[in-house]
């Protein structure tokens, strides 16, 4: 039985290749983890990395469960050192979050029993508060939408829309009219990972969205695409970069010297919300954090305008 067992074990790991190895850890991805299709390709994109080092530096005899620290160590010496494949630590930290995930699979899966990934550590990426904007400059840039053009009024219940609700770009241009629950007061949003959450939206968001509506139901609408809120002239659904560039556009107009884009609503949405005192955890659920961390950031901007304002009223500055 035992020689059985070992005879088992090494026809296993003559399977055990690379391509194998990183299609099952796709696979376990998408059904257990239920990640998008981005995120997928991200991780799948990660290990690929460590793989094509392998190819690069003829050690491509080494299979996923004979990699040691030392074989990682040398892998991050080579995208650092090769001018190629040379990479900024956020790159570098990414990769090996991707590759710790996979060999953390491939433990849980009784591939490996012991994880080389333990003692591998990302380089610390300094956290760059994001850019966001104030209420005076949000209403500044929804009053300057021109509404007498045709698309005047989707144009504002988009950037309401962005700002009241504080959504993704992606789940913005997702977002499905029989999702829109107006007299309770919540949308909902289908956001990464498919997972589902509710989210309050104000009164003026509804009016802006209703003002739409009117020009909407005058537009010829293709088929597949009658459930999606927000359409161009064509009737079809919007792409992110439409809506990135009327971001843009709008700001040109206002001469607004800040780097926006749609996500600068999301983010002046969290830190309005934060520093007028709203509960972290209830921020977390409505941005649809999978980790508070995530959402802690916004503190530190609160942090930041108090020392902002001290630096420009304080005698001692």
């Known amino acids: 039985m035992e020689r059985f067992y070992k005879i088992k074990l090494n026809i296993y790991c003559i399977f055990m290749d690379w391509e194998s190895a990183i299609s099952d850890f796709v696979t376990y991805l998408r059904l ?3 990640l998008s299709d981005n995120s997928i390709e991200a991780y799948r994109h990660d290990v690929m990395k460590l793989y094509q080092y392998l190819i690069a530096t003829d ?3 080494i299979t996923p469960e004979k990699i040691t620290i030392e074989h990682l160590h040398e892998f991050l ?14 790159s570098q930290a990414r990769i090996i979050s991707g590759i710790k995930n996979f060999f953390a699979y491939l433990q849980l899966d009784d591939i490996i029993n012991i994880d080389p990934t333990d003692l591998l550590q990302a380089p610390k990426i300094p956290k760059k508060l994001p850019v966001y904007l104030s209420i005076e400059e949000i209403d500044k840039l929804i009053n300057a939408v021109d509404v007498t053009k045709d698309e005047g009024h989707r144009n504002r219940a ?3 829309t962005l700002y009241s609700c504080g959504l993704r770009v992606s789940e913005l241009v997702n977002l499905r009219i029989h999702n829109l629950h107006f007299k309770e007061g919540f949308i909902r949003i289908v956001g990464k990972g498919d997972k589902e959450r509710l989210v309050p939206i104000s009164d003026k968001a509804i009016r802006e969205i209703n003002n739409y509506m009117q020009w909407r139901c005058h537009l010829t609408i293709p088929e597949g695409e009658q459930d999606y809120l927000f359409l161009n002239r064509r009737g079809k659904h919007m792409t992110r970069n439409m809506v990135f560039l009327i971001i843009k556009d709008v700001a040109a107009r206002v001469g607004l010297s800040k780097n926006i884009s749609p996500h600068t609503f999301r983010h002046s949405f969290a830190t309005h919300m934060v520093n007028a ?3 972290l955890r209830s921020v977390q659920e409505m941005l649809g954090h999978e980790s508070i961390l995530t959402t802690e950031i916004y503190t530190h901007l ?3 305008h108090l020392h902002d304002t001290i630096m420009l009223y304080h005698p001692r500055r």
Do not use: P, V
């Open 77 to 90: 010496y080579w995208i650092n050192h090769d001018e190629n494949e040379k990479i900024n630590e956020r």
């Open 158 to 160: 988009i950037i309401e």
């Open 277 to 279: 005192g709203a509960d």
């Open 32 to 34: 257990e983890k239920s």
């Open 302 to 304: 609160d942090k930041q």
């Open 59 to 61: 050690q491509s005899e």
